[in-house]
């Protein structure tokens, strides 16, 4: 089972909303209205609502991500 | 004429003896002919040297140009840029570099471009930094007269704005766009200039390559640390009596660079490290720290660009801070709402504290709202701006607790000490 997790495009983003309404669970908006989204991996039983926020974003700036396994080698993902 | 290697531990290695720009002869007298590396011994080499990015990444250069290569291997070539676009206010290194010594510097991206097979090469500088530009074309003509290599060399001019240096920014810029910032992945190594596996290097980053190419790995690693091994340039101002740009080996305490600088003209309170994306430390929690990556990390702080500043107590740090973040919040490109919005409504908040005029909940107000835009942005813009914030709260705790209370002290009027460029209005 590939893990997953929530990220927000934030540059898509237009703070419209949609996805703290649909998932709380693990959305929060900040004081101007954008998404601050928990980055730990979705347990399965948030999945379905996952989608739906992912589905239902206006701008489509949401998406599920597969986490990377632990112990991949260094690469310049690490640089920033 | 007799070329030999520099002595090990030799620490004056980037910069020449007298302050005098070199030619190409100059360089040629100096360091002799670039040597022909196969590909992959280059970057054996840059791997067992142990260098890394001195754009402020501290990434190892020998592990970016391998995955530049091997991306590469897909087909449709690899592009490499050379970053000359010093976009932190406080820093002169690379400038300095490439005004005095641009041969090494082009020799460094010569290494890369032949190492990585590239097909496009380019350099890219601000608007503002007319000079260089100036003297990079000069040497580039100068080479094109000499040599018998045709590659061609562009070098491209961005705008003077505090994140049109960033690599995603710089790499949109050389493939015709708007200087932004980019949301990654796709990383530059996998898709950069143009959608091809890019290398984006440091110049100082790429004179280090080119002395690692003729004096090898274990020569690099003489000076300096395990982890941090080599010389860095720093830009070394405030409250020093010879402000300027010098080399130093990474094992070097902060103490001995500020000497270096002439010495400190009034007691130290505070060291900006870095550079505006930076953390501001207590003179005497780092004062005899040495400037390796380990060390600075112990102070939550890093080298970043290699910027030191020295701020006197009879400097105001939460008036600097005040213009610094006023700054950088109108630096944002507007793309990112919790960079666009946020960092203005920390800007004001703080300038509020700065100037008497906020209630107590201002300062929780602002450290929820920098732990808040931390790290939601395409681009690390809010989080340098809020670390900048945040340690100046926690270092001028004190003076905080003072401007909150009876606004500007009597230190606030003097001249900034940070420097703030004129804010420059477009993107291309």
Redesign the interface.
Known sequence: MVRVRLRV???K???HGMCGELFPERIRM?????P?IESRPLPDDLLEHALRAVADCPRAALRLDPIDEPGAR??????? | MSLSTPAEGTTSRLLPARPVPEDLDAHLAGFGPRPTVEPGAMIDALERSGLR?RGG?D??TG??WR?VTEEAQHGGGAVVVANAAECEPASFKDRFLLTYRPHLVLDGLEHAAEALGARRVVIYTTRSHSDVEAALRAAIRERRRRDDSDRFVEVLVGPNRYVAGEETALIARVSGHLAKP??V?P???QSGVDRLPTLVQNVETLAHAALIARFGASWFRSVGTERSPGTALLTVSGAVRTPGVLEAACDTTIAAIVDRAGGVDEAPAAVLLGGYFGRWVAADRIWNRTIDADSLRSVGGSLGTGVLVVVPATTCGITETDRVLTYLAGQSAG?????H??LP?IAETFHKVATGRARPAALELLTR?SN??SG???C?HPDGAVLFLTSAMEVFAADLRHHLKQGECRFSGRPSLLPIPAVEAGWW
């Open positions: 495009d934030p540059i983003c237009k703070a900040d004081d101007w209205g954008y601050v260094v690469r310049p993902d690490d640089a920033d | 990015g990444a990434f190892p592990v970016k995955a980019k949301m992945p990383r530059p190594f793309q990112c709402g919790p960079c919005a946020g409504a709202w808040d835009v939601r942005g395409a690390r």
